[in-house]
């Protein structure tokens, strides 16, 4: 059988998203001696985004992302083969990155890329670890294809475009992306490892604020539109909103874009469902 040591070596895992969430994410997993590491971003270092995206530092500004922060891995752990994947996710690669990978980590903030990884994930049947912020508060959950519930069965469509603002617009403290992208990290080792309860079926929400984290448990929809009992999904789509987010400037539709729903609308989608 093998060692906890030998199957995270084997791990190949795609973290999308080198921002707030994907620094923490893709530092832990370098750490825990996750053998393959791909990152996906198309975006250059920002002084702006510098509070909570750790892995880059001011000497990187307008570096490419995903250079950035594939130096900084291998120098914590030169076992590690980082690929980086300096793109932008669309229809017309998402499947091909995801089904090169064991798992997916989600360290987008942006609605169109959300619903198309969580899309691209279920249609693959690869795990996907889920993760947002958004001022003070964060949310986890963990999509396991065939297993438990995915994004769309909670939200099964992304909201009315300027209904949610984005993280330039409401800020976001940058110690919660720390916490979020730790969980998000923590999800995935164990995964990878077949240990623990994964949050597969329930959604962990953070304030920062209150000091408070919940579980909320939550099924799958069976009129869900990718995995449920007759889906109407079977095939990969960018949403129309990113029509609205590209209208509404520049960068509006990157990956460290727009904020999640987290612990408020998650109480209200479950109350709609219930």
């Given at each position: ?6 199957k ?34 198309d ?24 250079s ?5 891995l ?12 300096r ?12 089904r090169?990978y064991?798992l ?14 969580n ?7 690869v ?6 912020i958004?001022r ?22 992304p ?35 077949g ?16 000091g ?14 990718v ?48």
């Amino acid at each position: 059988m093998a060692t906890l040591d030998e199957k995270l070596d084997r791990a190949r895992v795609l973290v999308v998203g080198a921002g707030g969430l994907g620094s923490p994410v893709a530092l832990y997993l370098a750490a825990a001696g996750v053998g393959t590491i791909g990152i996906v971003d198309d975006d250059v270092v920002d002084l702006s985004n510098l509070q909570r995206q750790i892995v880059h530092q001011t000497a990187e500004i307008g570096e490419p992302k995903v250079s950035s922060a594939a130096r900084k891995l291998a120098a914590l752990n030169h076992h590690v083969r980082v690929v980086p994947h300096r793109t932008r996710l669309g229809a017309e690669n998402v499947l091909d990155l995801v089904r090169a990978y064991d798992l997916v980590v989600d360290g987008v903030d942006n609605f169109p890329t959300r619903y198309l990884l969580n899309d691209a994930c279920v249609l693959s049947g690869v795990p996907l670890v889920e993760g947002g912020i958004l001022r003070f508060r964060g949310m986890v959950m963990v999509v396991r294809p065939g297993v438990g519930p995915c994004y769309r069965c909670v939200f099964p469509e992304p909201p009315p475009a300027g209904a949610v603002p984005t993280c330039g617009q409401a800020g976001v403290l940058g110690a919660v992306a720390g916490i979020v992208g730790t969980l998000q990290a923590a999800e995935a080792v164990k995964l990878l490892a077949g240990q623990g309860k994964s949050l597969a079926g329930r959604i962990l929400t953070v304030d920062s604020l209150a000091g408070e984290y919940r579980t909320v448990p939550w099924g799958r929809n069976p009129r869900c539109p990718v995995c449920g009992e007759a889906p109407t999904i079977t095939r990969v789509r960018e949403h129309a909103l990113e029509c609205a987010m590209r209208d509404a400037g520049p960068g509006a539709g990157r990956l460290s874009g727009s904020g999640p729903r987290t612990g408020p609308e998650v109480d209200r989608s479950r109350r709609r469902e219930e």
